[in-house]
């Protein structure tokens, strides 16, 4: 298994434009999150899927903000009408249900850069 | 809601030195605590982790233990390494949460030859 994979590494886009990034879990891992950092602070949450429903979104994904996770696998995160205050490092990590407490195992990161 | 606090960096120390980073949290539930390490340019790696009260985590000579009574959880390590020098978030997670991992703010650790 490579890991929680995160395309693409890096997105510049121009200020109203809308963004896609995709987050592929690690195999059997059913619970997928995502989470926004910026520069000198942790990651904040902003979605966490178990399988295909999304169980709970944080007040940060306003409604210019999607994600979805059609087939309990890969997920996707949509910006749309980007503003320069998206520019963040969006992360993706993934964990299994089984046990409780488990750890999340992160990808790469997206950094989304809005000029 | 849950929360993480960590103290602020920058800690600058020499080869060898010992550190010590503080860490404490607040939750409604019976949390999971973990050390997360981001080394320049790269992801978020789990460094160690504790999920019950007085458990240990260790991992490449970093240890922290698992307070309840003083819901803390600092990160030591007894002799840093050039290679140490990154950033260190202090994190929990639990299921009144919806298991979704709070994170600290970071602290960045800078270790000179």
């Known amino acids: 298994d490579t890991g929680v994979s995160q395309n693409p590494r890096h997105k510049i886009t121009k200020r109203g434009q809308n963004v896609t990034f995709r987050c592929d879990p690690i195999s059997e891992h059913n619970r997928l999150y995502w989470y926004r950092q910026t520069l000198g602070q942790g990651p904040e949450f902003l979605t966490y899927f178990q399988n295909e429903a999304q169980l709970e979104k944080s007040r940060l994904l306003s409604d210019r903000f999607s994600a979805e996770r059609p087939k309990g696998s890969f997920s996707t995160l949509e910006i749309q009408r980007t503003e320069q205050g998206d520019s963040a490092m969006y992360l993706c990590a993934s964990s299994p249900r089984t046990g409780v407490n488990t750890e999340a195992f992160f990808g790469q990161g997206t950094r989304l850069t809005v000029v | 809601g849950n929360s993480v606090t960590q103290m602020e960096g920058p800690v600058t120390l020499s080869e060898e030195a010992f550190l010590t980073i503080n860490c404490t949290y607040t939750a409604t539930g019976y949390p999971s605590l973990f050390w997360y390490v981001q080394y320049p340019g790269e992801g978020l790696q789990l460094l160690l982790k504790?999920?019950?009260?007085?458990d240990k985590g260790s991992n490449k000579g970093f240890e922290a233990t698992y307070r309840k009574e003083t819901t803390s959880f600092h990160l030591e390590k007894g002799s840093v390494q050039v290679s140490d020098s990154a950033v260190y978030f202090c994190?929990?997670?639990?299921?009144?949460?919806?298991?979704?991992?709070?994170f600290g703010a970071g602290t960045r650790l800078f270790v000179k030859a």
């Open positions: 994190a929990l997670s639990d299921r009144a949460g919806g298991f979704k991992t709070i």
């Open positions: 504790a999920t019950k009260a007085d």
